[in-house]
């Protein structure tokens, strides 16, 4: 079964740094790749996907990620955050056969101070 | 567009009593239906999922129950609710079984059983 790592349950950064969340999957087949974003009591929302193609996928609000397949990690990357961008962020996967089911890995709360 | 409902918004329930949560979703047809619950600090729990009507898959053996009575319509019961249904529900839909197609997620019930 496949499995979803976000190692860092909270990442504190100042207003206009780089930033970057880590996501780790396990997958004995192919899986395509999802970074979500929550709002405090909201739902998700989707802030890029990976399905095939070029390995660096740019998002929504300026978040991109980067695909490697050989380190199995989909890592989220913002080079100037925002106030605005503290959120709670989630990676997920979902593989390449079988029912259209998202795992997700427990989620990284971004906060931003000024 | 498409839209995504749900309600209540909040709720707080005594242990053992019954529970109804309902989802709709409008500007679509024979969407995937799906929900979720997140508990604090484990990230989103797929629960059940539904390809149409009266068709119901479940991900977790638990106290709760879905039902899909109508096309765009998706409920989740429960006959005695536990202390440890507590959460944030999240109900979610996608345009077909492709893997590719993105789940859209409405904005939440967030459950207390006191």
């Known amino acids: 079964a496949q499995s979803v790592t976000q190692l860092d349950s909270q990442v504190p950064v100042f207003e206009e740094a780089p930033v970057e969340l880590r996501c780790n999957y396990s997958s004995s087949v192919s899986v395509y790749l999802f970074w979500y974003v929550q709002y405090p009591n909201q739902g998700l929302q989707l802030l890029l996907k990976?399905?095939?193609?070029?390995?660096l996928v740019k998002g929504i609000n300026g978040f991109e990620a980067e695909f490697n397949k050989s380190q199995t990690s989909f890592h989220l990357r913002k080079p100037s955050v925002h106030i605005s961008d503290t959120a709670e962020y989630f990676c997920?996967?979902?593989?390449?056969?079988?029912?259209?089911?998202?795992?997700f890995g427990t989620g990284t709360r971004l906060l931003v101070s000024p | 567009s498409q839209t995504i409902h749900q309600w209540p918004a909040t709720l707080v329930q005594p242990v053992g009593s019954p529970l109804s949560l309902e989802c709709t979703v409008e500007?679509?047809?024979?969407?995937?239906l799906y929900w979720y619950r997140q508990a604090a600090g484990r990230g989103l729990q797929l629960l059940f999922y539904?390809?149409?009507?009266?068709?119901i898959s479940s991900e977790v053996p638990q106290n709760l129950s879905a039902s899909r009575p109508q096309d765009r319509q998706f409920i989740l019961s429960s006959k005695k609710l536990l202390l440890s249904d507590s959460g944030f529900y999240l109900c979610?839909?996608?345009?077909?079984?492709?893997?590719?197609?993105?789940?859209?997620f409405g904005p939440g019930t967030r459950l207390t059983v006191l």
């Open positions: 500007g679509t047809s024979n969407p995937n």
């Open positions: 990976y399905l095939s193609g070029s390995t």
């Open positions: 539904s390809v149409g009507i009266g068709q």
């Open positions: 997920a996967v979902i593989m390449n056969t079988g029912f259209q089911k998202l795992v």
């Open positions: 979610a839909w996608s345009a077909s079984t492709s893997r590719t197609d993105t789940q859209y």
